[in-house]
C-alpha cells in the first residue's frame, strides 16, 4: 500500500481549517459581486474556484489575500480574522502568504532573480541569503538557467513559473493561484499543474485556485505527487478504499456558490448547468 502523500504543514492544526470564508459579500459600484459565500480549506488541501469569466473568482481570491475588503462577513486565515486587521498588519500578514496573479505579472524592468527576490529583499534578508534561497525557489519550477534573463527574453509558460518560484521563495504555508494556466497551450499547462501538484503534495502547501478550466480542476483532483516514484499518478484505489487527492471544488455562479464538493459528487451531479459546464 502507498503512504498517503499529503503532508501536514508545521504551522497548521490538525483538523482546524487554514482558510475560512464565513458569509463573505461584497459589491462594487455596478452592484453585488459575491453573496453570502461561506466554505473552509482544510491544511494541505487546494480548493478549485471554478467559474465563467467575471463569476469573481479574483474578486475572492484578494478576498482571502487581505486585498481587498468585504462588505460582510469574516475572512479567517491561519486563525486571524483579516476583517479585524489594520493596514499595517494585513500587510504583514500578505508576506506570509504567496500569491501567483493572473498574468504572472511580472516586473518588465527587473531581471528574474530580482523578480523572484521581491520579497527578500522587503524584509531586508541579507544578500548572501537571498541568492541561495532565489536559486531554489527557481530549481523547484526547474527554470534556475532564467536567473539572470529578462522577462521579455521568457516564453508565456516561463514567466508562469517564475511567478510562481516568486510566490513561493518564502516557503508561505498558502498559495493562491489565479488563473495560474491562462493563455498557454495544454501542455505547458500540464508542466504548471505539475507544480502545484509538487507543492501540493511534497510540501502540505494549502491552496485557492482560480480556473476556468475544467482540465486543471480534474489534474488537480484526479492526480497526485508520488513521492518515492517523483512523478504524478492517479489517484488509486486499494483494500481501503479510493485514496482521494486533497483537492474540492466551489463552482461560482451569479455570485453565489452554486456547488461544492469532491470531484465524484460534481460528476455525478444531474443538475443541468453543471452537466453544461462540465461538456
Ligand atoms: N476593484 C474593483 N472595482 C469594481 N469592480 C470590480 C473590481 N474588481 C472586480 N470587479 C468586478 O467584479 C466582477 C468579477 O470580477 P473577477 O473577480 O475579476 O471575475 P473572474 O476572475 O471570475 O473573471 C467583474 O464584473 C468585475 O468588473
Ligand atoms: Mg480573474
Given at each position: 500500500?502507498?503512504?498517503?502523500?499529503?503532508?501536514?504543514?508545521?504551522?497548521?492544526?490538525?483538523?482546524?481549517?487554514?482558510?475560512?470564508?464565513e458569509?463573505?459579500?461584497?459589491g462594487?459600484?455596478?452592484?453585488?459581486?459575491?453573496?453570502?459565500?461561506?466554505?473552509?480549506?482544510?491544511?494541505?488541501?487546494t480548493?478549485?474556484?471554478?467559474?465563467?469569466?467575471?463569476?469573481?473568482?479574483?474578486?475572492?481570491?484578494?478576498?482571502?489575500?487581505?486585498?481587498?475588503?468585504?462588505?460582510?462577513?469574516?475572512?479567517?486565515?491561519?486563525?486571524?480574522?483579516?476583517?479585524e486587521?489594520?493596514?499595517?498588519?494585513?500587510?504583514?500578514f500578505?508576506r506570509?502568504?504567496?500569491?501567483?496573479?493572473?498574468?504572472?505579472a511580472?516586473?518588465?524592468?527587473?531581471?528574474?532573480?530580482?523578480?523572484?527576490?521581491?520579497r527578500?529583499?522587503?524584509?531586508?534578508?541579507?544578500?548572501?541569503?537571498t541568492?541561495?534561497?532565489?536559486?531554489?525557489?527557481?530549481?523547484?519550477?526547474?527554470?534556475?538557467?532564467?536567473?539572470?534573463k529578462?522577462?521579455?527574453?521568457?516564453?508565456?509558460?516561463?514567466?508562469?513559473?517564475v511567478?510562481i518560484?516568486?510566490?513561493?521563495?518564502?516557503?508561505?504555508?498558502?498559495?493562491?493561484?489565479?488563473?495560474?494556466?491562462a493563455?498557454?497551450?495544454?501542455v505547458?499547462?500540464?508542466?504548471?499543474?505539475?507544480?502545484?501538484?509538487?507543492?501540493?503534495?511534497?510540501?502540505?502547501?494549502t491552496?485557492?485556485?482560480?480556473?476556468?478550466?475544467?482540465?486543471?480542476?480534474?489534474?488537480?483532483?484526479?492526480?497526485?505527487?508520488?513521492?518515492?516514484e517523483?512523478?504524478?499518478?492517479?489517484?488509486?484505489?486499494?483494500?481501503?478504499?479510493?485514496?482521494?487527492?486533497?483537492?474540492n471544488?466551489?463552482?461560482?455562479?451569479?455570485?453565489?456558490?452554486?456547488?461544492?464538493g469532491?470531484t465524484?459528487?460534481?460528476l455525478k451531479?444531474?443538475?443541468?448547468?453543471?452537466?453544461?459546464?462540465?461538456?
Open positions: 500500500m502507498r503512504e498517503p502523500v499529503a503532508r501536514q504543514n508545521s504551522e497548521t492544526t490538525p483538523g482546524e481549517p487554514l482558510i475560512r470564508f458569509n463573505v459579500s461584497i462594487f459600484h455596478e452592484g453585488e459581486i459575491l453573496r453570502d459565500i461561506s466554505f473552509e480549506v482544510a491544511p494541505g488541501e480548493k478549485v474556484i471554478l467559474g465563467e469569466s467575471g463569476s469573481g473568482k479574483t474578486v475572492l481570491l484578494k478576498l482571502g489575500a487581505g486585498l481587498l475588503r468585504p462588505d460582510a462577513g469574516r475572512v479567517i486565515v491561519m486563525g486571524h480574522d483579516l476583517t486587521m489594520n493596514e499595517v498588519e494585513l500587510l504583514d500578505r506570509r502568504i504567496g500569491f501567483v496573479f493572473q498574468e504572472g511580472l516586473f518588465d524592468s527587473l531581471d528574474v532573480a530580482d523578480n523572484v527576490s521581491f527578500l529583499r522587503e524584509e531586508a534578508v541579507s544578500l548572501e541569503e541568492e541561495p534561497r532565489v536559486r531554489e525557489a527557481l530549481r523547484f519550477v526547474e527554470m534556475e538557467e532564467a536567473y539572470d529578462f522577462p521579455a527574453e521568457l516564453s508565456g509558460g516561463m514567466r508562469r513559473r511567478s518560484a516568486r510566490a513561493i521563495v518564502d516557503q508561505p504555508p498558502i498559495v493562491y493561484y489565479d488563473s495560474p494556466t493563455g498557454l497551450d495544454p505547458t499547462s500540464q508542466t504548471i499543474i505539475t507544480l502545484i501538484l509538487r507543492l501540493r503534495d511534497l510540501n502540505g502547501v491552496s485557492l485556485l482560480a480556473t476556468h478550466r475544467l482540465q486543471d480542476a480534474f489534474g488537480l483532483a484526479n492526480f497526485v505527487f508520488e513521492p518515492k517523483r512523478r504524478v499518478v492517479p489517484v488509486w484505489e486499494d483494500e481501503d478504499g479510493l485514496h482521494f487527492a486533497p483537492t471544488f466551489v463552482v461560482l455562479r451569479n455570485g453565489e456558490i452554486y456547488f461544492q469532491a465524484t459528487e460534481l451531479s444531474p443538475d443541468s448547468y453543471l452537466q453544461e459546464f462540465l461538456e
